[in-house]
């Protein structure tokens, strides 16, 4: 790097970028601004803040004294010291301060090589005059017992691994300043690693001297190095993880590991034991076998991946090896737990989700295409295919990409790529961390030009064309983030792709058997059969084939993301299949990312919601997000509606209009499904939606109907008809198995014979059911009139007047509780406000309804707890009639509305919810209750709801703990792969609902 002949003259400050008014001054007080310090200068320009550095030299040069002659001499002539003493000081301020500080420091920096292992160890056991252990002098123990304890021992390490880590550190940074041989991560790390075992190693001395005094230590301990010191992949500054294995595990070895893990975190950096069975709540020391017991039992599948690191460090090495051996043959059967992906993923997006949102772009280490993507696609690779390809079982996260790429599951470009943006985020890594030897994985602001500036130049890079260093920079992490992002398409993905097309790209081959096992590892329950699939879409001729070959690696990530990605795929393959004459579909999901990626949690979660897809898949463009968001979410049901009664009038015959408005409802109803499922509709909303979209069918049936019976007729119809919804259609709160409950209801035309109008009105109600009851692929449409007075033995049909005398007289209780719900959804208008009329001095009679009715309500009550619930159902899990369920909720709602909404016309109420407001709002019941039984509501319907999405067909029974009751969590809402905890919450509401139901009921 020697200046070119341009630059012979003494350069100006601001060309050294030297931007501190004080330049000058601290120049001269150096003597450095004459014609023979030229060279001098431009070499102080290079370092990464040649201010830093320059205020650093002044600092040393009063510390050092006498000494500083021959530091100036050295740095004239001697290039390499030049280099590493500048590229430190413009680096790092903390390592700046060492070297103030420790005046001898400096002639460290004269060594050409670095220590070796044995060299490292001798220096920091030296430091507090350790020797041997008696007992323990075998070469193969690392126990010794140090001279010099308490704060001084730790000074005295403080100091000597700050001179080690110096000299590392210096040959590491002398390239950015000089012309000096480049220190590759790997030795860099590895240094790192070995210095941070023989650190531990003498503190692991001082601990035994501190806690056994003058006796003999008399239990053998071994310390396990984990994570990336395990790995051998060490930063400059970062914790160090460990687990202790002893024999035995008694309070002496418990105290010796506390010790040492209080020295070493006061001397070099925090040591952590975090890992060990039970974490932070388990014993500090184990026997080998209660350790293996534990991971037998207990270990959770994130612990099997913490030991892919796992490798003897310090103290009695024969011991930790004995440990080792023995958990890696476990280590290589975890890919073969039930839950083994699911559990991976999880951790994944905890660790994502715990990034707050202003600190994702510029966390290197945790954030989206950062290192812990590298290592974490890297680990589980090795656990899908190291169970029975040996040579996979290497610890470090280069290593293992080098050895994947030799054994051909990942490409040699994807391979070499990805190292060369692992040695990258960790040089940015490194550099962060030495400038102030602070543990950090944070990035500067990337607006903050002085900051991202040193960083760039302390990561060597240098400008060009139009961007300075710190463009550069930018632009690089930028690039290899998006690079690092696309991890599992290229470490899972893709190679499978390749394994079913026979591609040799890279000279790749993955056979079947491999493609199966990463298949079955990701999740996928029949592997066969979805390689199957994968061949079956990427064997489409022409340009389909092509695209799917783009879209598929993507697409199966996402599909491994949820429930039953087997039912995902198979549904995606039929999905392709009945669009295939739609040429804008594929091109949707490889141009609309949201779009690919919604469609896959959807299709992977709801058979429901799948087999409506097929029928109507232009739903799917709603996906996509529109200018105030989510198209799913900007359609008004309303709208909806409006249209199914208009298309369904155009048409010239009944089945082709009923066919018309099924369509219509069959393109609403996998609207919802797909917006709840989504997260995008909230329960209310997708209950009003489901009972307008019934309200339509009825609308249209019946209009369509009407009109084919007059034509028929050749004369007008001789009644207006009005449908009443009923029970939850009534109260708009239907959900997605719900039955349509109503009532028909006539009026006579004036000169029409009443007996004349009820039959072509119960003529009109039965071909009404009829064409809806017609059987199809859509989810059924029942007209259930079951409500009707005199139930089934009563007629379908009934005048204004004939319902008015009936209830007068003849009403029972459950038929006065029964229309509490009743309001008016189809038909003529008028005379549907007429029948609530009527219905009103039923239900809300001047001073409410007789003690007696209220009784027979409590009676029934008592008599659906006891004798409804279906055989061999569980009453706590029972979404409808069980504990705290819908029928819990909805009769306390109603005995309230019978005692009291003769006085508060706030209870004239079909909505349960609006209801609960309402007896809030009127103290009927204390505010805690009302929440405690909107919440059982809410949860018991969205779990109902849930339940069949996942299924595709009613049902009521939550299903017991397995694969199933976590699709259903997830439908809900859960994402968090815990279904444990979604039904711990549905028990815990419910629960407490009950309570609130039988204060209400007496009892």
Same mark, same amino acid.
């Given at each position: 790097m020697t200046p070119p002949a341009s630059r012979s003259r003494v350069p100006g400050v601001g060309r050294l970028g030297l931007l501190e008014s004080t330049a000058p001054d601290d120049l001269a007080t150096l003597g450095w601004n004459g014609e023979k310090c030229v060279d001098l200068l431009w070499s102080l320009s290079r370092a990464p803040s040649a201010d830093i550095a320059l205020r650093a030299l002044v600092r040393l040069r009063a510390a050092v004294g006498e000494d500083w002659d021959e530091i100036d001499d050295l740095l004239r002539t001697d290039r390499r010291f030049r280099g590493r003493l500048f590229a430190v000081l413009g680096s790092s301020t903390a390592l700046g301060d060492h070297l103030v500080a420790e005046t001898h420091a400096w002639r460290l920096l004269t060594r050409e090589d670095l220590l070796d292992v044995a060299e490292l160890r001798r220096t920091m056991l030296d430091a507090v005059s350790a020797q041997p252990e008696t007992g323990h002098e075998d070469n193969d123990n690392l126990i010794y017992r140090a001279?010099?304890? @308490?704060? $001084?021992?730790?000074?005295?390490?403080?100091?000597?691994? =700050?001179?080690?880590?110096?000299?590392?550190?210096?040959?590491?940074?002398? !390239?950015?300043? +000089?012309? +000096? !041989?480049v220190l590759r991560f790997g030795e860099v790390s590895n240094f790192l690693a070995e210095l941070a075992d023989a650190a531990l190693t003498a503190a692991l001395a001082v601990a035994i001297a501190e806690v056994c005094g003058d006796q003999p230590m008399t239990a053998r301990l071994a310390v396990i190095a984990m994570g990336k010191c395990g790995a051998r992949e060490l930063n400059y500054v970062s914790d160090v993880d460990v687990i202790f294995v002893s024999e035995p595990a008694d309070g002496q070895t418990s105290r010796i590991a506390g010790e040492m893990m209080r020295v070493g975190s006061m001397a070099f950096f925090e040591v952590d034991a975090a890992l060990r069975p039970e974490g932070k709540a388990g014993a500090l020391t184990r026997t080998l076998e209660s350790h293996l017991t534990y991971y037998r039992r207990w270990a959770k599948t994130w612990e099997f991946q913490a030991l892919l690191k796992a490798r003897p460090m310090t103290g009695d090495m024969e011991l930790g090896r004995s440990y080792v051996d023995a958990v890696s043959p476990m280590v290589w059967e975890a890919s073969e737990r039930e839950d083994f992906v699911i559990d991976v993923q999880a951790m994944r997006r905890r660790v994502e989700e715990m990034l707050p949102e202003d600190l994702r772009e510029r966390e290197i280490k945790l954030g989206r295409g950062g290192l812990r993507d590298v290592e974490f696609a890297v680990q589980l690779l090795q656990m899908v295919h190291g169970r029975v390809d040996e040579s996979l079982r290497v610890k470090s996260t280069v290593e293992a990409l080098t050895v994947l790429r030799d054994g051909g599951y990942i490409g040699r470009d994807d391979g070499a790529n990805l190292v060369a943006s692992y040695e990258f985020l960790r040089l940015l890594e490194h550099c962060l961390q030495l400038q102030r030897l602070k543990r950090t994985h944070t990035l500067p602001e990337f607006d903050d030009i002085e900051a991202m500036r040193w960083l760039a130049r302390a990561a060597h890079i240098r400008p060009t064309g139009d961007l300075d260093a710190g463009g550069v920079l930018r632009e690089e992490i930028r690039r290899q983030s998006h690079r690092v992002r696309r991890l599992h398409e290229k470490l899972f993905y893709r190679p499978l792709l390749e394994a079913v097309t026979r591609f040799d790209k890279d000279e790749l081959r993955l056979s079947d058997t491999s493609a199966i096992r990463r298949l079955g590892a990701l999740g996928y329950g029949k592997p066969e059969n979805a390689l199957g699939h994968l061949k079956a879409l990427v064997s489409e001729a022409g340009r389909k084939g092509q695209i799917q070959e783009l879209l598929l690696p993507t697409l199966l990530e996402w599909l491994s993301r949820t429930p039953d990605p087997d039912a995902g795929l198979l549904n995606y393959r039929r999905l392709c299949d009945s669009a295939a004459d739609r040429d804008w579909f594929l091109r949707l999901l490889r141009d609309e990312g949201v779009v690919a990626e919604r469609l896959m949690t959807v299709l992977g979660t709801s058979a429901y919601a799948a087999e409506l897809l097929m029928r109507s898949p232009d739903v799917i463009r709603l996906y996509a997000d529109g200018a105030r968001g989510p198209k799913l979410k900007e359609v008004d049901p309303q709208d909806v509606v409006g249209g199914m009664v208009a298309s369904a009038i155009r048409q010239r015959d009944l089945k082709a209009s009923i066919s018309v408005a099924r369509s219509h409802r069959r393109f609403e109803l996998a609207r919802v499904a797909s917006a709840d499922i989504l997260g995008m509709l909230d329960v209310p909303e997708v209950c009003r939606a489901l009972s307008l979209v019934w309200a339509g069918v009825l609308n249209a049936a019946l209009t369509v109907v009407v009109n084919a019976s007059v034509a028929e007729r050749g004369s007008p119809a001789p009644a207006r008809m009005a449908v009443i919804g009923m029970g939850r259609l009534g109260g708009g709160e239907l959900g997605y198995g719900s039955d349509a409950d109503v009532l028909f209801v006539c009026d006579p035309i004036e000169g029409t014979d009443d007996a004349d109008a009820v039959r072509w009105a119960n003529t009109i109600a039965e071909r009404v059911r009829s064409l809806l009851g017609t059987p199809s692929a859509d989810p059924p449409l029942e007209v259930d009139t079951g409500l009707r007075p005199e139930g089934r033995n009563g007629p379908v049909v009934r005048t204004l007047a004939a319902y008015a005398a009936y209830y007068q007289q003849w009403a029972q209780a459950w038929e006065i509780q029964a229309l509490l719900r009743a309001h008016q959804v189809a038909g003529d208008e008028d005379l549907g406000l007429a029948f609530l009329l009527m219905a009103d001095q039923i239900r809300y009679p001047a001073g409410g309804v007789s003690s007696d009715a209220v009784r027979e309500i409590r009676r029934i009550k008592a008599r659906v707890d006891s004798e409804r619930l279906p055989r061999g159902a569980d009453p706590a899990t029972h979404t409808k009639l069980g504990r705290g369920g819908l029928a819990d909720v909805e009769w306390t709602v109603q005995l309230l509305q019978l005692r009291h909404a003769h006085r508060l016309p706030s209870l004239h109420n079909t909505s349960t919810l609006q209801c609960l407001d309402a007896i809030g709002s009127? +103290?009927?019941?204390?505010?805690?209750?009302?929440?405690?039984? $909107?919440?059982?509501?809410?949860?018991?319907?969205?779990?109902?709801?849930?339940?069949?999405?996942? =299924? @595709? $067909?009613?049902?009521?029974?939550?299903?017991?703990? @397995? $694969?199933?009751?976590?699709?259903?969590?997830?439908?809900?809402?859960?994402?968090?792969?815990d279904s444990g905890e979604f039904l711990d919450n549905y028990l815990r509401v419910t629960r407490r609902a009950k309570a609130v139901v039988l204060k209400v009921f007496g009892g």
């Open positions: 001279e010099l304890t @308490g704060p $001084k021992a730790v000074i005295a390490l403080r100091l000597a691994y =700050r001179d080690l880590l110096l000299q590392v550190a210096a040959r590491d940074l002398a !390239p950015t300043v +000089e012309d +000096e !041989p009127a +103290e009927l019941l204390a505010q805690d209750d009302v929440l405690l039984l $909107k919440e059982a509501w809410l949860t018991a319907t969205k779990a109902r709801n849930a339940l069949v999405l996942v =299924r @595709g $067909k009613p049902i009521d029974q939550l299903p017991a703990p @397995g $694969k199933t009751l976590r699709a259903v969590a997830f439908a809900a809402g859960w994402h968090d792969d």
